[in-house]
């Protein structure tokens, strides 16, 4: 039984109020209900100008509609964009007219799903296309389109089938050799396995960049109350995101802003003074702030110039072997420098934040945590399936590496048939339902 493809539609184009408005429709049915509102045949990839009319034949917008046969379209169906203006009630209308016609709405991500499933793209060019609308830098930008633009995939899948190409000739070894190791030796297997290892290590490196591009990294302020912790967030941020007052205890709730770093997103979050505290409100606070730096991937930890000691009793037990770096603050008040130093082999960076003072020191402190490495060209956005799958694809060929040492060519070739399923699982070659639902579920609905 042949599977009906049905016909979609969504708004393409932001809501709310603008000066043009897009609507989108892919699908056997697009070019026949477009037809029917424009009033006027349409020629493929030809801008049409004119009045949009409803099923009772009114006028309900005026704009340009372009045709995109398929397969040569996003989606590889036939689509039509109606670009008209950006008012949401006309909109609207425009979406209600091509839904009255056994049209139904989209669903979140399922144009590029569809691109995806008519080979118009890879999963990692389809999951590019969200990371390119949500980078909120020039460097996570840049890195988006180079996934997009297929670099990633193409690095996967040479790599995928160098890995091909050696199984079938250990497999073809097992079947007509009866000495397949000593074969497998003189034809440099072993050191074969070993480029692939150390080529798809480099990418892993890559992609590893490419993650903290993407996901940025997570910093809790923590210390004790009227450190400065507030100030600090306030100066790193370069705005009064939080209140700052002499009072101690100030701040009792978690407080969450984002700075870019190198092109890096670093999400700080600003915790309650962590003290002893008969104070049913300041006991949640201190609470939220043991979950805040239990989930965090850096520490700061602010105490003030005039404490004798670093308290780092203060800290939750659960995160002792957490990456810590201490800030001396309010060093203004004790007439000294801004510092960088090693403080019981725990960077300690001596700041103001009040006269942000030291406070590009602390930001070049998360960059260098965060392992940023400038002299890593063409670095590409990476998400956590594709760092996992990489790293399993290692460890199969690991596997297979130690195989071969022992003799076992048969669990060789069994090793390079799984390490090729992980990798296969990063451009959608080998995916799942339930794979693809989770991924195209965060899209936005016109995309």
């Not at 030796?185 to 150390?198: A, D, N, W, Y």
């Not at 043991?290 to 850096?298: F, G, K, M, P, S």
Request: charged content about 25%; hydrophobic content about 40%; overall charge negative.
């Amino acid at each position: 039984m042949t599977h009906k493809v049905e016909t979609i539609c969504a708004l393409a184009s932001a809501l709310g109020q603008s000066g043009i408005g897009i609507a989108r429709v892919s699908g056997p049915l697009a070019k026949s209900v477009s037809e029917k509102i424009l009033q006027k045949e349409l020629q493929s990839r030809y801008a049409y100008y004119g009045a949009f009319y409803d099923n009772d034949n009114n006028v309900i917008d005026k704009g340009v509609a372009i045709f995109f046969p398929g397969p040569g379209s996003y989606t590889g169906e036939d689509v039509v964009e109606f670009q008209g203006h950006g008012g949401m009630s006309v909109l609207r209308k425009v979406i209600e007219t091509i839904m009255a016609s056994d049209i139904r709405l989209a669903e979140p991500g399922e144009f590029t799903k569809r691109a995806f499933l008519n080979g118009k793209m890879d999963l990692i060019q389809a999951e590019a296309v969200q990371d390119l609308i949500q980078s909120n830098s020039e460097e996570s930008a840049l890195s988006a389109v180079r996934s997009l633009t297929g670099e990633f995939s193409e690095k996967i899948n040479q790599i995928l089938s160098e890995l091909i190409s050696l199984r079938v000739f250990v497999e073809a070894t097992i079947d007509f050799s009866d000495e397949e190791i000593d074969y497998l030796e003189s034809h440099e297997v072993s050191s074969k396995l070993h480029l692939l290892k150390e080529s798809l290590q480099n990418i892993l490196e890559t992609a590893n960049q490419g993650a903290i591009l993407r996901d940025g990294i997570h910093v809790a302020i923590a210390g004790k109350p009227n450190a400065g912790k507030s100030s600090l967030l306030n100066s790193l941020t370069k705005q009064s995101s939080a209140i700052v007052t002499d009072i101690a205890g100030t701040t009792r709730d978690v407080l969450k802003e984002t700075i870019h770093v190198d092109g890096m997103p670093i999400h700080i979050i600003d915790t309650a003074g962590l003290h002893n505290s008969e104070n049913v409100i300041e006991q949640e606070g201190i609470r939220r702030a043991h979950n805040e730096i239990n989930n965090a991937d850096v520490v700061l930890l602010v105490y003030e110039s005039t404490d004798s000691i670093v308290d780092l009793s203060i800290l939750p037990d659960s995160v002792k072997n957490k990456p810590t770096i201490l800030v001396r603050n309010k060093i203004d008040l004790v007439n000294q420098k801004p510092l960088v130093q090693k403080n019981n082999n725990l960077l300690e960076i001596a700041i103001s934040a009040k006269n942000r003072e030291g406070i590009d020191s602390v930001r070049a402190a998360l960059s260098d945590f965060a392992g940023l490495n400038s002299s890593i060209e063409g670095v590409f956005l990476a998400r956590k399936r594709h760092i996992d799958a990489i790293k399993e694809t290692l460890n199969f060929i690991s596997y297979a590496i130690n195989q071969l040492n022992e003799g076992s060519s048969e669990l060789v070739a069994e090793d390079l048939r799984q390490a090729g399923i992980q990798l296969g699982q990063i451009t959608g070659e080998f995916s799942s339902d339930d794979l693809l639902g989770e991924i195209f579920s965060s899209f936005c609905i016109g995309k």
